[in-house]
């Protein structure tokens, strides 16, 4: 449902509220696969409305971000903000820090797809500041 020209149309359930502690502004986690040992990959969707983003963080065996709807950001540490958009797909290697989430405008839906999380999934950092947000 659409209740205004910047709130995009949830693909997947807005389900479990991103914590405080590991996200700025309001996202929404679905999980889609759960980590099993079988698979050994989690996948799941993340809305980000409109400002909303993670922390600094890393993955111990990598990320792939497939991007659903919407325009956001992603930077790995070091290098410029890339802005990501609709069909865009976004490697993050193994053990490098970055973080993702919407443009302060538009929201942004992102499917992640980890690999191999009996390396470990996610090991969370500090927040993005709003300097570094808009830089
Ligand atoms: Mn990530």
């Known amino acids: 449902m659409k209740t205004n020209k910047n709130e995009l149309e949830a693909i997947f359930p807005q389900d479990e509220k991103g914590s405080d502690q590991y996200f700025t502004g309001n996202?929404?986690?679905?999980?889609?696969?759960d980590v099993d040992s079988v698979f050994t990959t989690a996948i799941g969707n993340v809305y980000f409305e409109p400002g909303a983003r993670s922390n600094w963080h890393s993955h111990p065996a990598g990320q792939i971000l497939i991007i659903t709807d919407g325009i956001g950001y992603h930077q790995i540490e070091g290098q410029p903000i890339e802005i990501i958009k609709k069909g865009d797909v976004v490697k993050c290697p193994p053990n490098v820090r970055h973080w993702h989430g919407a443009s302060p405008d538009v929201g942004l839906q992102q499917l992640y797809i980890v690999p191999n999380t009996e390396k470990g999934i996610v090991v969370w950092q500090e927040a993005v500041t709003n300097e570094q947000y808009r830089k």
Request: glycine residues 0%; hydrophobic residues 30%.
């Open 27 to 33: 996202s929404y986690n679905y999980t889609l696969v």
